[in-house]
């Protein structure tokens, strides 16, 4: 008797009160957080500083109370007097070569034997380390295999590309190392056209790569590279906004929300140099602050309370969820379940959601009674081989041990935001239109909002 009287309270807040996700209020926010104004949102910039002080105040006018977490983070551009030599061959740097300091210092010497890894995701029973681990592009994040390769004591990673070498002048954003820590010490990549003047066996290479039974082997030479880096310490921040749970006993469990609020900033060139990234991820964004909304309006409010982070740096690899996973502002043990969003993009009602992050007993059926009671299936990742579970900010999280997942929609065709994937992402037309069909965004938010309310007030 006790025990249906205290389930019909939980299910109170649901079946009680209509779950108020506005698209307008959705469409009003990733109209400003897309605006040319904020230059692309990248940290530690004007715009991403404007982009923290909107989030702030939108956070505060839905009823929650903010805390700005201080991430700091290191821009590591690569100087020109950087060289590399590879078995007595001098390669032409920023045409054959390009590399990034990890070490985070201004001068390293590096001098490492060559290890091909293929997709750098399972070593099998090498050993890498002291090595220079060579692989190739697919199959997981860069972020995981970057994470994998220092774990195992390799020296740098060098990524064999098929084409022309990623945007090598650029500077590359890391969170500022503990010097204690393990790293390693550099990441680069190496053209297919350089490795074959090299004399590296490229083809045969790529075609055990993606044999089943893949072990890694040595490519005959040395790697002997100056590398000269300029650093720059700098900060941005996570926006965290908290609503504390109703009931004494259980106010330190919390429901984990979170979405990046940061983006590619300015192109180096073009007519248009601004990835305004309202898809990736103003959509995100706007809906967390929506959700966080609806939460703290319901009465009564759920015994569990919810925390939303809106994570800086996610664009250089994850940082700022990197740096909330190892300094939580609450314990993370105390987190009932992550849901983050992330490139929500506009459209009908999704034909169904993927959730990645690892199956848990605990979370699954959580997901499954808002898919059911929102009429979104859930089904299985519709590319696994993309990797996105390794590529978005549940998984620093997830792996610190956190039933945490990436909410992600379905268009009609059954896939993640296929148009959107083929034409705008990571580009600089990821702009907003008013003529977006905001269904997709609201019905998202909806079920984002539904598997938290249900966690946070089951018993
Ligand atoms: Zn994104």
Excluded at 88 to 107: C, H, I, M, P, Y
Excluded at 272 to 295: K, P, S
Aim: contains cysteine; neutral net charge; aromatic residues 6%.
């Amino acid at each position: 008797m006790l025990r249906t009287f205290v389930l019909l309270l939980a299910a109170i807040p649901l079946v009680g009160q209509p779950l108020a996700i506005d698209s307008s209020r959705l469409r009003a926010h990733i109209r400003f957080l897309s605006s040319d104004l904020l230059e692309g949102r990248a940290p530690g910039t004007r715009g991403g500083d404007l982009t923290e002080q909107y989030l702030s105040s939108a956070f505060e006018a839905a009823g929650t109370k903010v805390q700005l977490q201080k991430v700091p983070l290191l821009g590591v551009r690569t100087d020109p007097g950087s060289s590399v030599i590879i078995s007595g061959t001098e390669l032409v740097w920023n045409t054959d070569f390009v590399a990034s300091s990890r070490s985070q210092k201004a001068l390293s010497l590096i001098q490492a034997d060559l290890l091909f890894v293929g997709y750098g995701n399972n070593y099998g029973n090498v050993d890498p380390k002291g090595k220079i681990v060579v692989m190739i592009n697919g199959q997981g994040g860069t972020t995981a295999k970057r994470e994998l390769a220092t774990r195992l004591g390799a020296v740098g990673t060098l990524l064999l590309s098929k084409t022309s070498l990623p945007r090598s002048a650029a500077e590359s954003i890391q969170l500022k190392r503990d010097p204690a820590s393990s790293s390693l010490d550099f990441t680069g990549a190496i053209t297919e056209a350089a490795a074959l003047r090299l004399g590296w066996p490229v083809a045969d290479l790529l075609a055990k790569a993606t044999a089943t039974d893949f072990t890694p082997v040595p490519i005959a030479g040395t790697l002997q590279m100056i590398l000269q880096s300029t650093i720059r310490n700098f900060s941005a921040h996570n926006v965290v906004a908290t609503i504390p749970g109703s009931d004494p006993a259980t106010s330190s469990e919390h429901i984990l929300y979170s979405a990046h609020w940061d983006h590619l900033g300015l192109a180096a060139n073009g007519e248009d140099r601004i990835f305004n990234g309202a898809v990736d991820n103003a959509t995100g964004c706007a809906a967390l602050i929506e959700i966080a909304r609806a939460w703290a309006a319901l009465e009564p409010r759920p015994k569990r309370g919810a925390v939303f982070v809106a994570t800086t740096g996610e664009e250089s690899g994850l940082l700022g969820a990197t740096y909330y996973a190892a300094n939580p502002l609450q314990p993370l043990n105390q987190i009932r379940i992550g849901l983050n969003l992330d490139g929500l993009a506009p459209g009908p009602k999704p034909s169904g959601f993927f959730a990645l992050g690892t199956e848990n007993k605990n979370a699954q059926p959580l997901l499954e009674e808002a898919a059911r009671r929102l009429g979104i299936p859930l089904r299985p990742d519709p590319k696994p081989e993309l990797g996105y579970i390794t590529r978005a900010d549940h998984f620093p999280l997830m792996n610190a041990g956190v039933p945490a997942y990436s909410l992600m929609p379905l268009d009609e065709s059954g896939q993640f935001a296929s148009a959107y994937m083929n034409s705008r992402y990571h580009r600089v037309n990821d702009e907003y239109s008013p003529t977006w069909d905001m269904t997709s965004n609201e019905a998202m938010s909806r079920l984002a909002l539904t598997i938290g309310l249900n966690a946070a007030s089951r018993p």
